[in-house]
């Protein structure tokens, strides 16, 4: 943890945003339980709830591209900011709904807070490599991974308390605060003004600047993989968060508590998706080269985890799996998010991101919907359609070996300074 908190202590700006990152991630969990229950409470069709994540997953799908030229175009800080407060609204907006007449509202409240949650996850990707110095972006990176997975299994506990004790109005109340809390620690991250004038130069504006963002991914291809690569692991692990449940429910219920059970498998997911990468990165360094070889190993770890998931006769092999599944999913995620932060100029980072989210969501929705469907559709078992998602892992694991050999002798230029090291720092790996 050392390396953790001597980032947040020497640098500010990140820990304001780590923060703030905080905070709005344990009201996202409040949030979710509480929408699940209110729609459950209003109605009794079982498509309702699918619905909700419908509307979630659909509207950062679509919306996220777009959100890209923003992050681009204008001041990123601000965008957060905005994004934060106009959520705080929109939830508070949850509170009017009382009957099933007002079902229209509630997916229309859900689909504007997830336009807005696409609009602020590209611009704050984005900044991370504004304010992080290079050899700190491994650091920050699994630093957020670690705290999203504790905010998972923190929120969620206290968000489901909060709602049965409480109930759903007191829950959505907490998460709109949380967003204004976190739009207070935003406002004083300090992003470099001359970033933001070179964005505002270069930009023509709307539809060109989406076109030219996917022009500048066609004609990069090691980028337009890299952006792809958390798609590809989401291919495979989004199966793996629903089969956990049934797992839980089905197989090892601790005390034949289900609750329990996910208790331990989210703290062994929150080791290791934030110790992972930084084994590795101490074994393997952070140079982009390395980057690669590290995304590798995170597949093959990634893939051989879910194999064991689903071949695991105990819990305690069960949750030995799960922590090697986690550290090859944290590794993915964070070494890629890394790398496009080194080597994807400024000035298009927006809308890089911006595609990798929206290629990660539909993969995910893809992967969540086949546990579905094969489960209900084909009569698999939790550990056939888990042990299917491991074979799954395997032939991504090809397809990047094959892209690493092709690109190994290619050299990689970083493609902006950090503010806090002078011009001359730029240099080829």
């Known amino acids: 943890m050392e390396i953790y908190t001597d980032l947040l202590r020497r640098n500010l700006n990140y820990r304001n945003l780590w923060l703030g990152a905080v905070v709005s991630q344990l009201g996202d969990w409040f949030n979710l339980i509480a929408a699940t229950s209110l729609i459950a409470g209003l109605t009794s069709s079982g498509a309702a709830i699918s619905y909700l994540f419908l509307a979630r997953f659909l509207t950062l799908f679509f919306f996220s591209p777009f959100a890209g030229v923003f992050a681009d175009r204008f001041d990123r800080r601000r965008i957060m900011i905005a994004s934060d407060l106009l959520r705080a609204l929109t939830v508070l907006g949850f509170l009017l709904i009382r009957d099933p007449t007002y079902i229209w509202l509630f997916y229309l409240l859900t689909t504007v807070q997830f336009a807005l949650s696409a609009i602020f996850t590209p611009a704050r990707t984005a900044v991370i490599a504004n304010i992080v110095r290079h050899e700190d972006l491994v650091t920050a990176n699994a630093l957020d991974s670690f ?43 300090k992003i470099p003004g001359r970033l ?44 793996i968060n629903v089969l956990e449940v049934n797992f839980a429910e089905q197989i090892f219920p601790l005390g034949g508590n289900a609750s329990a059970t996910l208790g331990v498998i989210y703290a062994i997911t929150g080791v290791g998706t934030g110790f992972g990468p930084l084994l590795l990165r101490r074994w393997l360094g952070d140079e982009p080269g390395r980057l690669r070889g590290a995304i ?18 105990t819990f305690p092999l069960f949750s030995l799996a799960t922590l090697l599944r986690t550290i090859g999913s944290g ?68 397809v990047w070996l094959f892209f690493y050999l092709r690109t190994l002798s290619n050299p990689l230029r970083t493609a902006s300074v950090s503010p806090q090291q002078p011009p001359q720092s730029r240099h080829i790996l």
């Open 147 to 189: 705290t999203w997975s504790t905010m998972l299994a923190i929120g969620a506990l206290l968000g489901g308390l909060v709602a049965a004790s409480l109930g759903n109005d007191a829950a959505f109340i907490i998460d709109a605060a949380t967003f204004i809390v976190a739009a207070l620690f935003v406002s004083r991250v």
């Open 196 to 239: 933001i004038t070179d964005r505002v130069e270069v930009s023509r504006g709307g539809w060109v600047d989406f076109l030219d963002g996917l022009r500048y991914l066609r004609g990069e291809s090691f980028i337009l993989a890299i952006s792809l690569v958390k798609g590809g692991g989401s291919l495979v692990w989004g199966a």
């Open 296 to 313: 590798g190993i995170g597949f093959c770890v990634l893939a051989l985890g879910i194999l064991g998931l689903a071949a695991a006769p």
């Open 331 to 398: 590794t993915v995620w964070v070494f890629s998010a890394a790398m496009l932060q080194m080597v994807v100029p400024d000035r298009f980072r927006g809308r890089v991101f911006a595609f990798e989210f929206a290629f990660l969501t539909l993969t995910q929705s893809i992967s969540i919907w086949w546990a579905g469907f094969a489960q209900d559709g084909l009569g698999w078992t939790v550990r056939q359609v888990t042990a299917g998602m491991g074979v799954a892992g395997l032939a991504v694991v090809f």
